[in-house]
């Protein structure tokens, strides 16, 4: 038993040691934990929200970050699309068409489109016309007008119209500003970013904007160009078109002008019909009726003769029953 004390008391010493020990050797270990990660969820959450955040929010906040809403139709000079339609009665239609085109091009313009064709007049004599359009500088339209109307010989149609088209050019450069920002914004985001997955959700909305601002940048251009150039659409119809019917010095007019017209059309019409008739329809009759008559004489002639040699047949097949 006495033997035994001081074993004892060594082997409590010893676990007491080992307690304190291991209590020692894990105090580090929990203090220094927290210090190792804290950092990476720091730094985390600010890309991540703004990376998987909607269109609309980022459009928002890029839209408050820059001001993108400042502007107003105020601060914008009025923007308006000017064209002009006429219809011109001219006495060379050729001539006239050259002259135009030229004129487009001296005053900064450009021809869009020209065509010449040929028309008719009343009594079907062909002759030529003309439809073109041209774009001239908004400030020279009123000078364009007057050259297309000098020496005409008749303005059968002229209309003018204006499209004010501010509100919707400014709305298009508040939206390119946003867009702008926003493209901007996700950019810095997706250098910064070092998740893969939120990359390639960055990338997808960047896309997105510089898509619409393509779009957006389109319209403007589109505007801008219809503002500062005017169109204007011209038919050229020839003199000789509108002419009266003239009986000598006289021109016959109103009602007696159609009268006399719609006579010169019969007859016209009634002397194709008979020179359409000899030439052609006659012919035709002829060619197809010839074979059909000798055909029906043909057949005539054998109905006659089978007709004939039967009434031959009765009388001798009578004689012989008697």
């Known amino acids: 038993m006495k033997r035994l004390l001081p074993f004892s008391f060594l082997v409590i010493i010893a676990i007491t040691l080992g307690a304190c020990a291991g209590s020692s050797a894990r105090a580090p270990q929990e203090i220094e934990a927290p210090a190792a990660v804290e950092p990476y969820y720091d730094a985390a959450p600010a890309p991540t929200m703004m990376a998987y955040s909607s269109d609309g929010a980022v459009a928002n906040e890029a839209a408050a970050g820059s001001g993108g809403g400042d502007a107003s139709a105020s601060q914008v000079q009025r923007l308006v699309i000017q064209n002009a339609d006429l219809s011109v009665v001219v006495a060379d239609v050729e001539l006239r068409m050259d002259e135009i085109q030229n004129m487009a091009e001296e005053m900064g313009g450009f021809v869009v489109s020209s065509n010449l064709y040929q028309g008719y007049t009343n009594d ?97 251009k589109y505007y801008e160009e219809a503002a500062a150039l005017s169109a204007i659409s011209i038919r050229l119809i020839a003199e000789e078109t509108i002419k009266p019917v003239q009986i000598g010095k006289w021109e016959p007019k109103g009602v007696a002008l159609e009268a006399v017209q719609d006579l010169i059309d019969f007859w016209k019409g009634f002397v194709d019909f008979l ?11 002829v060619t197809i009726g010839i074979p059909f008559y000798l055909f029906f004489l043909g057949a005539r002639w054998i109905f006659r003769k089978l007709r004939g040699n039967k009434k031959k047949v009765e009388p001798q097949q009578t004689e012989e029953k008697k």
């Open 124 to 220: 079907y004599t062909p002759v030529p016309e003309a439809s073109l359009t041209i774009r001239v500088p908004a400030e020279k339209l009123d000078e364009a007008l007057a050259f297309i109307k000098k020496d005409a010989v008749d303005i059968q149609n002229e209309t003018r119209s204006g499209t004010d088209v501010t509100a919707e050019y400014v709305d298009l450069k508040s939206r390119l500003k946003t867009y702008e920002a926003a493209e901007k914004e996700l950019t810095e985001l997706m250098e910064n970013s070092q998740n893969a997955e939120e990359v390639v959700n960055i990338f997808n909305q960047l896309m997105y904007y510089r898509e619409q601002i393509e779009l957006v940048k389109g319209q403007i």
């Open 275 to 285: 020179i359409r008739f000899i030439i052609y329809t006659l012919p035709v009759l």
